[in-house]
T-cell receptor
């Protein structure tokens, strides 16, 4: 399967612990996005990379959140000192510049539950 | 800032009946508009998009949407619902000011098909 893959699919953690999610985009895609989706809401933009450069961060991304995309390939999203409000589905998407606006390819998401 | 509003968080239609999912947008510039579908336990998938070409856009699985500037709407329709259409549908608008394909999503509409 050559789609966007995310790992782990589910993570249960205790408040205060750190968690890290990984996203492997479609191999030729140079753009990578992280979104967060809570119950009953649409996905909310968190951050965006073009190759290895993080070009935009949402105000939703507090100091406890950090994302990286070393070498412009896979990306990680780390949440430090998790809070119950961080419980959500974290979605990764990728795209290739030139395909067309809005044509993001999404992974199945990583669901975080903070107890 | 651009935004979309989806009217009706839940819509139920009988199999074979018309599907109509409503989306209104707000944008200070000509928008790029999208519909994404999310089947259970799957990632978001692009259904169709409007990028200022034809106002009537045809997508996958028999869906189509019409861009109406005068009504600031981009409603999704399908003439005859099928059981496999049961899913959550998201309308989205693209913010191209930053040169990326960042999407702003609506809150979603869950479509239930009644046998």
């Amino acid at each position: 399967d050559t789609g966007v893959s995310q790992d782990p699919r589910h993570k249960i953690t205790k408040r205060g612990q750190n968690v890290t999610f990984r996203c492997d985009p479609i191999s030729e895609h140079n753009r990578l996005y992280w979104y967060r989706q809570t119950l009953g809401q649409g996905p909310e933009f968190l951050t965006y990379f073009q190759n290895e450069a993080q070009l935009e961060k949402s105000r939703l991304l507090s100091d406890r959140f950090s994302a990286e995309r070393p070498k412009g390939s896979f990306s990680t999203l780390e949440i430090q000192r998790t809070e119950q409000g961080d419980s959500a589905m974290y979605l990764c998407a990728s795209s290739f510049r030139g395909v067309g606006p809005g044509e993001l390819f999404f992974g199945e998401g990583s669901r975080l539950t903070v107890l | 800032a651009q935004s979309v509003t989806q009217l009706g968080s839940h819509v139920s239609v009988s199999e074979g009946a018309l599907v109509l999912l409503r989306c209104n947008y707000s944008s200070s510039v000509p928008p790029y508009l999208f519909w994404y579908v999310q089947y259970p336990n799957q990632g978001l998938q692009l259904l169709l998009k409007y990028t200022s070409a034809a106002t009537l856009v045809k997508g996958i699985n028999g869906f189509e949407a019409e861009f109406k500037k005068s009504e600031t709407s981009f409603h999704l329709t399908k003439p005859s619902a099928h059981m496999s259409d049961a899913a959550e549908y998201f309308c989205a608008v693209s913010d191209l000011q930053g040169g990326n394909e960042k999407l702003t999503f609506g809150t979603g509409t869950r479509l239930t098909i009644i046998p």
